[in-house]
């Protein structure tokens, strides 16, 4: 088991960190970050949006890197060590509690195939020219308001992913050592070429401009705190996996500060693609989904070389969406193996297969799986996120959280870190879930 272990790991700290920017690189990242910003004061947003990422990205983060590779297994293992350095008794209480953020990341992963399969299907509209031609909003009611109307694609996403996840963290390393570098160079490229859009001038205006007022305003900080949350994955599952596969001469401290500024650089990339082009066409920036599907592709056939830019645009969004899969699947299937040890990998991802594709696929229609993703991202997730936080720093031993975030770190995490993370950190968490629940708010 040792020898397989190893295989496993990840063979460099750039493989890693490339792994788990792919992981928090997402949707939130590419319509959700430009939406929020474009909502809630801009430049203001921004500001409130960079404060979180560092207080999360320094104290969250680097706790489920830790807390992963000290269990060396998935979110069920995690939380029965967690639990059971107070009391070898709690581990049992512990692990039951991780089914509910395990849950969490399964029933994102079923919702989030479908929009994968979606943007697949504007990438094949891409190559052969159809999507330059037709009404972008009737092309999108066509298929997002139908049954079953993208299922090739759903196929091809699912399955495509999952044999992805072969070797574990070797095959998720090899894969997003080349999908992330494409995303990132694709995407700025992108924001060249929407620089030159008359009128991008005013997006960008509005982008790096803040209106300090607005700073006054609690739900711009709320929403900022609840995107950089969520963009950076700390739910208390799907990181998690990913420290497990960290050898322990790793710092997990940095290569949480490195994961926080790629996602943030990722964010931003997105948003000077997005932002500009919307004011450009005096369009809706916080259109959500349909700003992928409607809003873009009627840029794309204003511009010359449209074409072209949406094949860029699509592969990228591809690269986006199936190295967050891979964390969500493969934070259940590393959960499973450990629980259910008499399983083959290859035998869990033909479950997760099945499971997927045989939920999935009746629930591709948009009024379907939004509604779905609505109920996970207000109930589970944030309930998942808090129980995480608060199993690391109040539940977990503060010896044993602080020796692991230790390894491998030239200066290790003291008191002040520990201090920040149960006193701050955990009633942000805390704070974001009473949002979420009482106003029903879908971060």
Same mark, same amino acid.
Request: hydrophobic fraction near 55%; include cysteine.
């Given at each position: ?6 295989? *496993?790991?990840? @063979? ?6 490339? @792994? %788990? ?8 990242? #590419?319509?959700?970050?430009? +939406? ?7 430049? +203001? ?37 967690? /639990? ?14 991780? &089914?509910?953020?395990?849950?969490? @990341? ?64 070797? @095959?998720?390393?090899?894969?997003? !050592? ?21 009128? %991008? ?10 209106? /300090? ?9 709320? /929403? ?32 949480? !500060? ?10 931003? #990339? ?48 591809i690269f986006a969406g199936v190295s967050s899969l891979q964390n969500m699947f493969e934070a259940v ?21 099945? #499971? ?12 379907? &799986? ?5 109920? #996970? ?20 031993? *503060? ?45």
């Amino acid at each position: 088991m040792g020898g397989d272990r190893k295989k *496993r790991q990840f @063979s460099s700290q750039w493989g890693f960190v490339l @792994s %788990a920017v792919g992981s928090a690189v997402g949707m939130a990242n #590419v319509w959700g970050f430009p +939406a929020k910003m474009g909502s809630y004061g801009g430049g +203001a947003f921004l500001i409130a949006y960079l404060v979180f990422i560092i207080l999360f990205g320094t104290v969250g983060l680097s706790a489920e890197y830790a807390v992963g590779r000290r269990a060396r297994t998935g979110t069920l293992g995690a939380y029965g060590m967690a /639990w059971s350095t107070r009391k070898k008794s709690m581990g049992k209480a512990g692990g039951l509690l991780g &089914w509910l953020p395990l849950a969490g @990341s399964m029933c994102i992963a079923l919702g989030y195939a479908v929009i994968i399969a979606y943007v697949l299907k504007a990438f094949a509209g891409s190559i052969t020219g159809t999507l330059m031609t037709v009404d972008s909003a009737a092309w999108f009611d066509s298929f997002s308001l139908t049954d079953y109307s993208v299922i090739p694609f759903h196929v091809i996403v699912v399955i495509g992913t999952l044999l992805t996840l072969l070797l574990g963290a070797k @095959s998720i390393e090899k894969s997003n !050592k080349i999908m992330m570098p494409v995303f990132f160079i694709i995407f700025i490229i992108l924001a060249v070429r929407v620089a030159f859009l008359p009128g %991008a001038s005013e997006g960008y205006r509005y982008m790096f401009s803040p209106r /300090w007022e607005e700073l006054l305003d609690p739900m711009v900080w709320i /929403w900022a705190m609840g995107q950089a949350f969520f963009s950076l994955s700390i739910t208390g599952s799907g990181m998690i996996v990913y420290g497990a596969y960290l050898d322990t001469a790793e710092d997990v401290a940095a290569l949480a !500060k490195r994961t926080a500024l790629f996602d943030t650089i990722a964010a931003l #990339v997105a948003a000077l693609v997005m932002i500009p082009a919307c004011f450009a066409y005096g369009l809706d920036v916080g259109a959500g989904p349909s700003l992928l599907f409607v809003t873009l592709p009627r840029i794309l056939q204003d511009i010359p070389l449209g074409r072209l830019f949406a094949v860029i645009l699509y592969v990228a969004m591809i690269f986006a969406g199936v190295s967050s899969l891979q964390n969500m699947f493969e934070a259940v299937g590393e959960s499973l193996l450990h629980k259910f040890p008499q399983l083959s990998r290859n035998a869990m991802l033909i479950l997760l297969c099945v #499971v997927c594709l045989g939920i999935g696929l009746h629930m591709e229609p948009i009024f379907k &799986w939004g509604p779905w993703m609505d109920i #996970v991202s207000i109930y589970i997730i944030p309930i998942g996120a808090t129980l995480g936080a608060v199993s690391w720093f109040w539940i977990m031993r *503060r010896e044993d959280l602080l020796d692991e975030v230790g390894k491998g770190a030239r200066k290790a995490p003291g008191a002040i870190w520990y201090n920040v993370g149960r006193y701050i950190y955990v009633p942000c968490a805390v704070l974001l879930c009473l949002v979420a629940l009482c106003l029903k708010v879908a971060f």
